[in-house]
């Protein structure tokens, strides 16, 4: 007898590498029946990049690589966080009128499995909607960031909310899943008895990878992942270029870039750094190890001060860098460095704040390090505990639990 678990998503691309490429299909290689119940925006599917699919993908409902795929029109639940907060407060079994929680119900699935805060709304209300009926399914938090996010700027009034949802979402959980251990901690404060595992955003190990000498006399600095205004830190990541060259040669590499729509290269004067710069575009979830085979360095650059999520975040990007071997430079975000520190597998500067010049003195200090040393370690964790392949297996086990409870 097949398990079947549906996957809620209301904000990730249904393409996303987490949900898609590692958690649905471990789980479709396990023998489970997968569903995602995922958003469009204005009738079209979008890409990681934030493209839509005009030509793919148009069918309301429709399989891709075993997995089924259930559409709906994206919907903006905070705009009601009032009322949302009101029918998990008071607990009535006829609150069903968004989209994402009428899909659940009729997909009937043994395990739900939400992604985001508000895909978790609609699973408590799919669970609550099966018990008025006698029923019984099992729901998992996906929690791939820390929300609500105390230290970002955002009305009071819509935090508290925020907090007072969480804490009565928790209550009615079955398993937490995170990414790092900093918000698993976070989460337990809120509730000392809930389940939780942490699963990391590891890729599958890289298969071709083969031990580079590190060319000291030029480093390739790499950067994978959005650039924007809000991620990436371009300005200064053209700054760290320009000055970085002024003392020894740097090149740079961008695996990934802007959202489409949102910002192109033009809106940055980069003549001073034209022959440092090689911008490679998004990659295919199994080309980026190719991509990064040159790379000595993979640059991570996050503002601690005013996001508890990024002090506490450990991104694709970090083990992207690690399973190819690359070791890491970061400033002080708190996971990060600690596991830096624990594995020696690359830099931290010290700083919560870091600026272009404090990334100049890091690079200047590892040109003359033991960056050798530090790629093996990066590569060997990854190879012996940090995998997507241990993550898998710590997924099945979160499964296992849920089915055997």
């Known amino acids: 007898m097949h398990t079947d678990v549906c996957f809620l998503l209301t904000e990730h691309p249904f393409l996303d590498a987490r949900i898609f490429k590692k958690e649905a299909k471990s789980l479709l290689k396990q023998g489970y029946r997968v569903t995602m119940i995922v958003p469009r ?30 559409t709906y029109e994206q919907m903006f639940p905070e705009k009601n966080i009032k009322t949302l907060h009101y029918n998990l407060q008071s607990k009535k079994n006829n609150q069903f009128s968004d989209p994402l929680t009428q899909l659940g119900i009729e997909q009937d699935a043994d395990i739900y499995h939400a992604h985001e805060f508000f895909s978790l709304y609609s699973g408590i209300l799919i669970k609550r909607a099966f018990m008025s009926q006698g029923k019984r399914c099992k729901l ?21 909310i925020k907090i007072q949802m969480l804490k009565i979402m928790l209550k009615e959980l079955d398993y937490l899943v995170t990414v790092s251990e900093s918000i698993k901690e976070w989460y337990l404060s809120f509730n000392l008895n809930l389940p939780i595992e942490i699963i990391y955003n590891s890729p599958p190990l890289a298969r ?7 060319n000291n006399s030029e480093l390739t600095l790499v950067y994978e992942g959005t650039v924007n205004k809000k991620r990436g830190s371009f300005d200064k990541f053209v700054h760290i270029l320009e000055l970085v060259n002024k ?27 034209n022959d440092h710069i090689e911008f490679v575009g998004w990659q295919h979830y199994d080309s980026i190890p190719k991509a990064m085979k040159d790379a000595d360095i993979g640059w991570i650059d996050l503002d601690v001060s ?21 070791p890491v430079l970061v400033n002080q975000c708190k996971d990060m460095a600690e596991f830096i520190q624990t594995y020696r597998c690359g830099y931290v500067v ?22 050798d040393e530090m790629s093996y370690h990066a590569r060997e964790i990854m190879e012996s505990m940090f995998s997507w392949e241990h993550m898998e297996n710590r997924l099945f086990k979160v499964y296992k639990k849920l089915m055997d409870g």
Request: aromatic letters at 14%; charged letters at 25%.
């Open 41 to 70: 925006i204005e009738g079209y599917l979008f890409d990681i990049d934030g493209s839509t699919f005009t030509e793919r993908f148009l069918e309301k409902t429709f399989y891709y690589e075993g997995i089924k795929i259930v």
């Open 140 to 160: 998992v938090y996906d929690s791939h960031e820390l929300e609500p996010d105390p230290l970002l700027k955002q009305p009071i009034q819509t935090l508290k």
């Open 208 to 214: 071709d990878y083969v031990p580079k000498k590190t």
């Open 247 to 273: 003392q020894m040669s740097v090149k740079a590499k961008i695996i990934g870039g802007w959202k489409v729509d949102k910002y192109d290269n033009n809106h940055y004067n980069l003549t001073n750094i």
């Open 306 to 326: 005013h996001s508890l999520n990024n002090r506490f975040a450990m991104p694709n990007k970090f083990f992207s860098y690690l399973n190819n071997g690359v």
């Open 350 to 371: 010290p700083k919560l704040k870091a600026d272009a010049q404090d990334y100049v003195e890091a690079l200047l200090y590892l040109e003359n390090y033991k960056l």
